[in-house]
Every structure is written in structure tokens, then in C-alpha cells.
Nanobody
Framework: QVQLSEFGGGLVQAGDSLRLSCAAS????????MGWFRQAPGKEREAVAA????????VYVESVEGRFTISRDNAKNMVYLQMNSLRPEDTAVYYC?????????????????????WGQGTLVTVSS
């Protein structure tokens, strides 16, 4: 089993920055790709970004490319999402997710493949 816990959400203004954190426990964190997802009110959950086990390969969805940065610290079992130039359309509950297998790469996770473990989510609200 894997436990994921996100924190760092809040209310910010358009153009501001925010960093989300996800603490993982329960298995060998450094073997697995990790991902960030979000769900806006009335919309389906969508992928945001994913990072491979070593941190040297990342994938972003087009809407956040150039504004968000995913990173990880394997020594601390943490994954981060640095969000810059926030927009009102970034308002959502943000979730950390982990796949069931170390075979899953960032492209797989962004493609919603092999996902098994989810955190409880942290709300990000961006006002205009």
C-alpha cells in the first residue's frame, strides 16, 4: 500500500505562484514515477504533470507547460508541483498519484495508465 498526502493549496490571485507538496509512504518511493492531477468543479479529473523515478524525465500537459514544474526529492519521499503565473482556470483540487508498477513512465501516468494510489487532494483557488 501507498499513502499519499498533499498540502500547500490555498487562495491566490492571478499571476501568483504556489508550491504543492506530496508526501509518500508505504513502499520504495524512488522506484516509481509520480504524477499530479487536478479536478475543477464540474469537470473530469485531468493530468497535470508526471516525473520519472530519477527525476530526469518529465511530462506536462499543454495547458501548464512553461508555468508549472514538477520535481521530487527521493531522500525525503516528496514530490512537488511549483505553479507560476497562475490563472483562474487553474482553480481545482490537485491530487498526487502513484502507479501500481515501476514500469509506468511519465507518459503512462499522464495518460492515466497504471494509476492506483491517490492522495486526498488539496484545493487551489485562483481569483481574477
Amino acid at each position: 500500500q501507498v499513502q499519499l498526502s498533499e498540502f500547500g493549496g490555498g487562495l491566490v490571485q492571478a499571476g501568483d505562484s504556489l508550491r504543492l507538496s506530496c508526501a509518500a509512504s508505504g513502499r520504495s518511493f524512488s522506484d516509481y514515477t509520480m504524477g499530479w492531477f487536478r479536478q475543477a468543479p464540474g469537470k473530469e479529473r485531468e493530468a497535470v504533470a508526471a516525473i520519472n523515478w530519477s527525476g530526469d524525465s518529465t511530462v506536462y500537459v499543454e495547458s501548464v507547460e512553461g508555468r508549472f514544474t514538477i520535481s521530487r526529492d527521493n531522500a525525503k519521499n516528496m514530490v512537488y508541483l511549483q505553479m507560476n503565473s497562475l490563472r483562474p482556470e487553474d482553480t481545482a483540487v490537485y491530487y498526487c498519484a502513484a502507479p501500481s508498477t515501476p514500469v509506468a513512465g511519465p507518459g503512462d501516468v499522464v495518460g492515466h495508465m497504471y494509476l492506483e494510489f491517490w492522495g486526498q487532494g488539496t484545493l487551489v483557488t485562483v481569483s481574477s
